[in-house]
């Protein structure tokens, strides 16, 4: 893996750790559904483009190791 494909890698990672970590300190269950949602809602939130597609590619990735 190099380049950018990389550095998508490790914002991804990133995105789904903060969700992670939200979910933890919310005291809310780290089920499938509500780190798929957490993403959803960053998403949703964020004003970057970048950041919106990232937090999409996110989504994407987990729901597919989700299946």
Do not use: C, W
């Amino acid at each position: 893996m190099h380049g950018q494909e990389q550095d998508y890698s490790i914002a991804i990672h990133a995105v789904i750790g903060r969700a992670v970590s939200e979910l933890i300190e919310a005291g809310e269950p780290l089920g499938k559904q509500n780190i798929l949602i957490m993403l959803q809602v960053h998403s949703a939130q964020s004003t970057q483009e970048g950041k919106k597609i990232i937090y999409q590619m996110a989504f994407r990735k987990l729901l597919e190791e989700f299946r």
